[in-house]
Protein backbone atom coordinates (compact mmCIF):
# COMPACT_ATOMS: atom_id res chain seq x y z
CA UNK A 1 0.00 0.00 0.00
CA UNK A 2 2.20 3.13 -1.53
CA UNK A 3 0.79 6.61 -1.56
CA UNK A 4 1.75 8.69 -4.80
CA UNK A 5 1.37 12.28 -5.63
CA UNK A 6 -0.66 13.37 -9.10
CA UNK A 7 -2.23 16.03 -10.90
CA UNK A 8 -5.21 16.48 -10.54
CA UNK A 9 -7.74 16.33 -13.66
CA UNK A 10 -8.30 19.28 -15.65
CA UNK A 11 -12.08 20.70 -15.04
CA UNK A 12 -11.85 17.81 -12.38
CA UNK A 13 -14.94 19.64 -10.31
CA UNK A 14 -17.19 19.81 -13.46
CA UNK A 15 -16.43 15.65 -14.63
CA UNK A 16 -17.49 14.56 -10.70
CA UNK A 17 -20.28 17.40 -10.69
CA UNK A 18 -21.59 15.81 -13.79
CA UNK A 19 -21.77 12.24 -12.26
CA UNK A 20 -23.89 13.91 -9.34
CA UNK A 21 -21.20 14.21 -6.90
CA UNK A 22 -21.72 17.42 -5.47
CA UNK A 23 -20.06 17.66 -2.19
CA UNK A 24 -16.51 17.22 -3.45
CA UNK A 25 -15.23 20.50 -1.84
CA UNK A 26 -17.76 21.53 0.92
CA UNK A 27 -15.73 21.98 3.79
CA UNK A 28 -12.36 22.57 2.00
CA UNK A 29 -11.18 19.40 -0.21
CA UNK A 30 -13.02 15.97 0.56
CA UNK A 31 -12.46 14.37 -3.05
CA UNK A 32 -8.60 14.69 -3.66
CA UNK A 33 -6.89 12.96 -6.43
CA UNK A 34 -4.07 14.67 -6.20
CA UNK A 35 -2.81 11.73 -4.63
CA UNK A 36 -3.27 7.75 -5.23
CA UNK A 37 -2.91 4.57 -3.25
CA UNK A 38 -1.64 2.08 -5.10
CA UNK A 39 -2.02 -1.63 -3.70
CA UNK A 40 -0.24 -4.83 -4.86
CA UNK A 41 -2.99 -7.85 -5.91
CA UNK A 42 -1.70 -9.98 -2.74
CA UNK A 43 -2.41 -6.98 -0.51
CA UNK A 44 -6.28 -6.90 -2.18
CA UNK A 45 -6.80 -10.31 -1.88
CA UNK A 46 -5.76 -9.73 2.08
CA UNK A 47 -8.42 -7.11 2.43
CA UNK A 48 -11.07 -9.19 0.72
CA UNK A 49 -9.94 -12.25 3.00
CA UNK A 50 -10.33 -10.28 6.40
CA UNK A 51 -12.90 -8.20 5.50
CA UNK A 52 -15.11 -11.68 4.59
CA UNK A 53 -13.70 -13.28 8.07
CA UNK A 54 -14.75 -10.02 10.19
CA UNK A 55 -18.27 -10.26 8.49
CA UNK A 56 -18.86 -13.88 9.45
CA UNK A 57 -17.23 -13.27 13.13
CA UNK A 58 -19.76 -10.05 13.52
CA UNK A 59 -22.64 -12.67 12.61
CA UNK A 60 -21.56 -14.68 15.39
CA UNK A 61 -21.24 -12.07 17.77
CA UNK A 62 -24.65 -10.77 17.10
CA UNK A 63 -25.95 -14.27 18.04
CA UNK A 64 -24.07 -14.30 21.00
CA UNK A 65 -25.65 -11.01 22.09
CA UNK A 66 -28.94 -12.15 21.74
CA UNK A 67 -28.15 -15.59 23.08
CA UNK A 68 -26.88 -14.40 26.36
CA UNK A 69 -29.02 -11.27 26.62
CA UNK A 70 -26.38 -8.59 26.76
CA UNK A 71 -27.94 -5.71 25.98
CA UNK A 72 -27.27 -3.62 28.42
CA UNK A 73 -24.12 -2.99 27.18
CA UNK A 74 -25.22 -1.66 24.53
CA UNK A 75 -27.21 0.96 26.08
CA UNK A 76 -30.61 -0.53 23.94
CA UNK A 77 -34.00 0.99 25.21
CA UNK A 78 -35.44 -2.38 26.56
CA UNK A 79 -38.47 -1.76 24.20
CA UNK A 80 -36.46 -2.28 21.16
CA UNK A 81 -34.69 -5.78 22.65
CA UNK A 82 -37.71 -8.14 20.71
CA UNK A 83 -37.99 -5.75 17.72
CA UNK A 84 -34.24 -6.86 17.37
CA UNK A 85 -34.77 -10.20 18.08
CA UNK A 86 -37.78 -10.64 15.61
CA UNK A 87 -35.50 -9.08 12.80
CA UNK A 88 -32.57 -10.96 13.28
CA UNK A 89 -34.89 -14.17 13.63
CA UNK A 90 -36.71 -13.43 10.66
CA UNK A 91 -33.49 -13.18 8.74
CA UNK A 92 -34.83 -8.93 8.24
CA UNK A 93 -32.14 -8.42 4.92
CA UNK A 94 -29.21 -6.28 5.38
CA UNK A 95 -28.17 -4.66 2.26
CA UNK A 96 -24.76 -2.95 3.30
CA UNK A 97 -21.78 -1.85 5.83
CA UNK A 98 -18.65 -0.76 5.80
CA UNK A 99 -15.80 -1.94 7.97
CA UNK A 100 -13.01 0.79 8.70
CA UNK A 101 -9.89 -1.11 8.79
CA UNK A 102 -6.10 -0.17 9.55
CA UNK A 103 -3.76 -1.45 7.20
CA UNK A 104 -0.03 -1.43 8.26
CA UNK A 105 3.08 -3.27 8.72
CA UNK A 106 1.30 -6.16 6.78
CA UNK A 107 -1.06 -6.41 9.43
CA UNK A 108 -4.90 -5.94 8.85
CA UNK A 109 -6.99 -4.72 12.21
CA UNK A 110 -10.39 -3.67 12.19
CA UNK A 111 -11.22 -0.44 14.52
CA UNK A 112 -15.07 -0.33 13.60
CA UNK A 113 -17.69 -1.31 11.78
CA UNK A 114 -20.18 1.49 10.44
CA UNK A 115 -22.93 -1.40 9.99
CA UNK A 116 -25.90 0.97 10.10
CA UNK A 117 -25.69 4.62 8.15
CA UNK A 118 -22.29 4.44 6.56
CA UNK A 119 -21.67 6.87 3.48
CA UNK A 120 -18.72 7.56 1.22
CA UNK A 121 -20.46 4.72 -0.75
CA UNK A 122 -20.75 6.77 -4.13
CA UNK A 123 -17.87 7.78 -3.99
CA UNK A 124 -16.19 4.22 -4.05
CA UNK A 125 -18.53 2.56 -6.27
CA UNK A 126 -18.62 5.57 -8.84
CA UNK A 127 -16.57 8.69 -8.31
CA UNK A 128 -13.29 6.92 -7.85
CA UNK A 129 -13.68 4.39 -10.83
CA UNK A 130 -14.43 7.09 -13.44
CA UNK A 131 -11.51 8.88 -12.67
CA UNK A 132 -9.45 5.18 -13.04
CA UNK A 133 -11.04 5.33 -16.55
CA UNK A 134 -9.31 8.96 -17.43
CA UNK A 135 -6.30 8.10 -15.36
CA UNK A 136 -5.27 4.91 -16.78
CA UNK A 137 -8.11 2.41 -17.74
CA UNK A 138 -6.08 -0.66 -18.08
CA UNK A 139 -5.36 -0.94 -14.37
CA UNK A 140 -7.95 -1.80 -12.43
CA UNK A 141 -8.98 -1.19 -8.78
CA UNK A 142 -10.75 -3.08 -6.06
CA UNK A 143 -14.35 -2.27 -7.10
CA UNK A 144 -17.01 -4.34 -7.68
CA UNK A 145 -19.61 -2.19 -5.50
CA UNK A 146 -22.16 -1.35 -7.98
CA UNK A 147 -22.60 -4.64 -9.62
CA UNK A 148 -23.07 -6.08 -6.59
CA UNK A 149 -25.76 -3.59 -5.20
CA UNK A 150 -27.90 -4.07 -8.35
CA UNK A 151 -27.46 -8.22 -7.85
CA UNK A 152 -28.24 -8.29 -4.38
CA UNK A 153 -31.60 -6.00 -4.52
CA UNK A 154 -32.56 -8.20 -7.10
CA UNK A 155 -31.81 -11.28 -5.23
CA UNK A 156 -33.93 -9.48 -1.67
CA UNK A 157 -37.18 -8.40 -4.29
CA UNK A 158 -39.03 -11.39 -3.17
CA UNK A 159 -38.13 -11.01 0.29
CA UNK A 160 -39.58 -7.56 0.25
CA UNK A 161 -43.36 -7.04 1.19
CA UNK A 162 -45.32 -6.70 -2.04
CA UNK A 163 -45.18 -2.96 -2.75
CA UNK A 164 -42.72 -0.01 -3.40
CA UNK A 165 -39.14 0.69 -1.55
CA UNK A 166 -38.98 3.97 -0.08
CA UNK A 167 -36.02 5.66 0.38
CA UNK A 168 -35.48 7.82 2.97
CA UNK A 169 -32.72 10.40 4.48
CA UNK A 170 -32.67 14.06 6.87
CA UNK A 171 -33.16 16.90 4.17
CA UNK A 172 -30.55 18.82 5.02
CA UNK A 173 -27.44 16.40 4.12
CA UNK A 174 -26.56 16.63 0.42
CA UNK A 175 -24.00 13.80 1.17
CA UNK A 176 -27.04 11.73 2.75
CA UNK A 177 -29.29 12.35 -0.01
CA UNK A 178 -26.48 11.39 -3.26
CA UNK A 179 -26.05 8.17 -0.73
CA UNK A 180 -29.43 7.34 -0.81
CA UNK A 181 -30.31 8.35 -4.28
CA UNK A 182 -27.32 6.24 -5.32
CA UNK A 183 -28.41 3.31 -3.23
CA UNK A 184 -32.42 4.00 -4.51
CA UNK A 185 -30.77 3.74 -8.37
CA UNK A 186 -29.19 0.71 -7.99
CA UNK A 187 -32.70 -0.80 -6.34
CA UNK A 188 -34.54 0.38 -9.60
CA UNK A 189 -31.78 -0.69 -12.31
CA UNK A 190 -32.52 -4.24 -10.34
CA UNK A 191 -36.47 -3.74 -11.34
CA UNK A 192 -37.79 -1.95 -7.70
CA UNK A 193 -40.42 0.22 -7.84
CA UNK A 194 -38.99 2.69 -5.29
CA UNK A 195 -39.92 6.10 -4.11
CA UNK A 196 -37.97 8.97 -2.20
CA UNK A 197 -39.33 10.32 1.37
CA UNK A 198 -37.56 12.55 3.74
CA UNK A 199 -37.54 11.18 7.52
CA UNK A 200 -39.22 14.33 8.79
CA UNK A 201 -42.41 13.36 6.09
CA UNK A 202 -42.96 9.79 7.38
CA UNK A 203 -46.21 9.97 8.74
CA UNK A 204 -48.11 7.30 11.18
CA UNK A 205 -51.94 6.37 10.98
CA UNK A 206 -52.99 6.18 14.41
CA UNK A 207 -56.08 4.31 13.09
CA UNK A 208 -54.51 2.00 11.38
CA UNK A 209 -51.34 1.85 12.77
CA UNK A 210 -48.79 2.12 10.04
CA UNK A 211 -46.46 4.17 8.29
CA UNK A 212 -47.14 6.23 5.52
CA UNK A 213 -45.80 8.66 3.06
CA UNK A 214 -46.70 12.17 2.02
CA UNK A 215 -49.66 10.62 -0.09
CA UNK A 216 -51.10 8.60 2.60
CA UNK A 217 -49.56 5.40 0.99
CA UNK A 218 -48.59 2.53 3.07
CA UNK A 219 -44.67 2.33 3.76
CA UNK A 220 -43.88 -1.51 3.82
CA UNK A 221 -40.51 -1.27 2.86
CA UNK A 222 -38.43 1.34 3.59
CA UNK A 223 -34.09 1.80 3.13
CA UNK A 224 -33.40 4.82 5.79
CA UNK A 225 -30.13 6.44 6.08
CA UNK A 226 -30.88 7.71 9.71
CA UNK A 227 -29.49 5.85 13.03
CA UNK A 228 -31.48 3.35 14.65
CA UNK A 229 -30.35 4.79 18.12
CA UNK A 230 -32.09 7.91 16.86
CA UNK A 231 -34.86 6.31 15.68
CA UNK A 232 -35.04 4.46 19.07
CA UNK A 233 -34.81 7.46 21.15
CA UNK A 234 -37.39 9.52 19.50
CA UNK A 235 -41.44 9.26 19.61
CA UNK A 236 -41.09 7.92 16.23
CA UNK A 237 -39.40 4.67 17.58
CA UNK A 238 -42.50 3.05 19.45
CA UNK A 239 -44.43 3.10 16.34
CA UNK A 240 -41.60 0.63 15.25
CA UNK A 241 -42.59 -1.71 17.48
CA UNK A 242 -46.21 -0.94 16.95
CA UNK A 243 -46.48 -0.99 13.33
CA UNK A 244 -49.17 -3.53 12.10
CA UNK A 245 -47.26 -3.92 8.13
CA UNK A 246 -44.31 -4.99 9.80
CA UNK A 247 -42.45 -2.83 7.95
CA UNK A 248 -38.98 -4.22 6.77
CA UNK A 249 -36.34 -1.52 7.34
CA UNK A 250 -32.97 -1.35 6.10
CA UNK A 251 -31.00 -1.56 7.96
CA UNK A 252 -32.53 -4.15 10.09
CA UNK A 253 -32.68 -3.24 13.29
CA UNK A 254 -30.34 -5.94 14.67
CA UNK A 255 -27.55 -4.15 12.96
CA UNK A 256 -28.14 -1.79 16.40
CA UNK A 257 -26.12 -4.15 17.37
CA UNK A 258 -23.10 -4.66 14.99
CA UNK A 259 -22.96 -0.04 14.92
CA UNK A 260 -22.93 -0.08 18.31
CA UNK A 261 -18.80 -0.12 19.29
CA UNK A 262 -19.61 -2.83 22.54
CA UNK A 263 -19.69 -4.92 19.72
CA UNK A 264 -15.74 -4.47 19.58
CA UNK A 265 -15.92 -5.83 23.03
CA UNK A 266 -17.83 -8.75 21.90
CA UNK A 267 -15.49 -9.91 18.86
CA UNK A 268 -12.60 -9.36 21.73
CA UNK A 269 -13.96 -11.95 24.21
CA UNK A 270 -15.26 -14.56 21.31
CA UNK A 271 -12.42 -13.82 19.56
CA UNK A 272 -8.99 -13.66 21.92
CA UNK A 273 -5.76 -12.58 20.03
CA UNK A 274 -7.40 -12.78 16.44
CA UNK A 275 -5.17 -11.71 13.88
CA UNK A 276 -8.04 -9.19 12.65
CA UNK A 277 -8.78 -7.26 16.43
CA UNK A 278 -7.11 -4.98 18.46
CA UNK A 279 -7.86 -5.46 22.16
CA UNK A 280 -11.14 -3.86 23.15
CA UNK A 281 -12.17 -3.75 26.54
CA UNK A 282 -14.42 -1.07 28.79
CA UNK A 283 -11.98 -0.25 30.85
CA UNK A 284 -8.15 0.65 29.78
CA UNK A 285 -7.47 -2.58 31.51
CA UNK A 286 -4.06 -2.04 31.77
CA UNK A 287 -2.71 -0.41 28.30
CA UNK A 288 -0.88 2.39 27.77
CA UNK A 289 -1.49 3.23 23.91
CA UNK A 290 -5.22 2.83 23.37
CA UNK A 291 -8.00 4.66 21.73
CA UNK A 292 -11.20 5.86 23.88
CA UNK A 293 -14.41 5.68 21.38
CA UNK A 294 -17.91 6.72 22.88
CA UNK A 295 -20.51 3.25 22.14
CA UNK A 296 -22.51 5.45 20.06
CA UNK A 297 -20.46 8.80 18.02
CA UNK A 298 -20.29 9.83 14.20
CA UNK A 299 -17.57 11.21 12.37
CA UNK A 300 -14.59 10.94 14.82
CA UNK A 301 -16.38 12.69 17.68
CA UNK A 302 -15.48 12.65 21.44
CA UNK A 303 -12.36 10.47 20.53
CA UNK A 304 -9.54 10.50 22.22
CA UNK A 305 -6.06 8.74 21.94
CA UNK A 306 -3.24 7.97 24.90
CA UNK A 307 0.01 7.43 24.35
CA UNK A 308 2.51 5.97 26.71
CA UNK A 309 -0.44 6.98 29.15
CA UNK A 310 -0.06 10.80 27.22
CA UNK A 311 -3.19 12.34 26.03
CA UNK A 312 -2.14 13.47 22.33
CA UNK A 313 -5.18 13.77 20.16
CA UNK A 314 -9.06 14.61 21.00
CA UNK A 315 -11.61 15.73 19.45
CA UNK A 316 -14.56 16.99 21.08
CA UNK A 317 -18.89 16.36 20.37
CA UNK A 318 -22.02 15.80 22.26
CA UNK A 319 -21.54 11.74 22.27
CA UNK A 320 -20.51 9.46 25.53
CA UNK A 321 -23.10 9.57 27.45
CA UNK A 322 -24.36 5.95 27.10
CA UNK A 323 -20.14 4.83 27.54
CA UNK A 324 -17.32 3.91 26.20
CA UNK A 325 -14.69 1.14 24.90
CA UNK A 326 -11.08 1.39 25.10
CA UNK A 327 -9.33 -0.28 22.16
CA UNK A 328 -5.62 -0.46 21.47
CA UNK A 329 -3.69 1.91 19.42
CA UNK A 330 -2.73 0.94 16.31
CA UNK A 331 -0.44 4.00 14.54
CA UNK A 332 -1.37 4.35 10.85
CA UNK A 333 0.75 7.31 9.70
CA UNK A 334 2.66 7.10 6.69
CA UNK A 335 5.56 8.79 5.61
CA UNK A 336 3.38 12.14 4.11
CA UNK A 337 2.17 12.41 7.53
CA UNK A 338 -1.32 11.04 7.00
CA UNK A 339 -3.49 8.62 8.80
CA UNK A 340 -4.93 6.45 5.65
CA UNK A 341 -8.11 4.70 6.97
CA UNK A 342 -9.39 1.93 4.51
CA UNK A 343 -13.54 1.40 4.60
CA UNK A 344 -14.16 -2.01 2.61
CA UNK A 345 -17.20 -2.45 1.85
CA UNK A 346 -19.72 -5.61 2.20
CA UNK A 347 -22.64 -5.92 -0.04
CA UNK A 348 -25.01 -9.00 0.41
CA UNK A 349 -22.58 -10.29 2.76
CA UNK A 350 -19.58 -10.36 0.80
CA UNK A 351 -16.23 -8.09 0.55
CA UNK A 352 -17.43 -5.53 -2.83
CA UNK A 353 -14.32 -2.93 -3.08
CA UNK A 354 -12.62 -0.16 -0.83
CA UNK A 355 -12.54 3.19 -0.49
CA UNK A 356 -9.35 4.64 1.04
CA UNK A 357 -9.80 8.26 3.48
CA UNK A 358 -6.88 10.27 4.79
CA UNK A 359 -5.95 12.84 7.31
CA UNK A 360 -3.53 15.03 8.45
CA UNK A 361 -5.04 14.30 12.27
CA UNK A 362 -4.80 10.74 13.90
CA UNK A 363 -8.46 10.40 14.39
CA UNK A 364 -10.42 10.41 10.83
CA UNK A 365 -13.12 13.20 10.95
CA UNK A 366 -15.82 14.83 8.62
CA UNK A 367 -12.85 16.64 7.20
CA UNK A 368 -10.98 13.69 6.19
CA UNK A 369 -10.17 13.77 2.22
CA UNK A 370 -11.54 10.48 -0.17
CA UNK A 371 -8.77 9.30 -2.02
CA UNK A 372 -8.84 7.00 -4.98
CA UNK A 373 -6.56 4.04 -5.56
CA UNK A 374 -6.41 1.42 -7.99
CA UNK A 375 -3.53 -2.32 -8.28
CA UNK A 376 -0.90 -2.53 -9.30
CA UNK A 377 0.14 -6.18 -10.83
Not at 57 to 69: F, G, T
Not at 243 to 266: V, Y
Not at 278 to 293: H, S
Request: proline share 3%.
Amino acid sequence: MIRINLQPRNAWQQKVEELGFGFHSTEGTYWDESAAYIFKLKEIEAIETATNKIWEMCLEAVQHVIDNKLYTQFAIPSFMIPYIEKSWNDDVPSIYGRLDLGYANGQIKLLEFNADTPTSLYEAGIIQWFWLQEFDAKKDQFNSIHEKLIAYWRYLKPYLHEGILHFSCVKESLEDLTNVEYLRDCAMQAGLETKLIFIDEIGWDSNTQQFVDVEDESIKNIFKLYPWEWLANEAFGQNIVADKNNTHWIEPAWKMLLSNKAILTILWNLFPNHEYLLQTNYIANGMTNYVKKPLLSREGANVSIIKENNLIEETKGEYGEEGFVFQEYMNLENEFGFTALIGSWIIGGEAAGIGIRESKSKITDNTSRFVPHYIEH
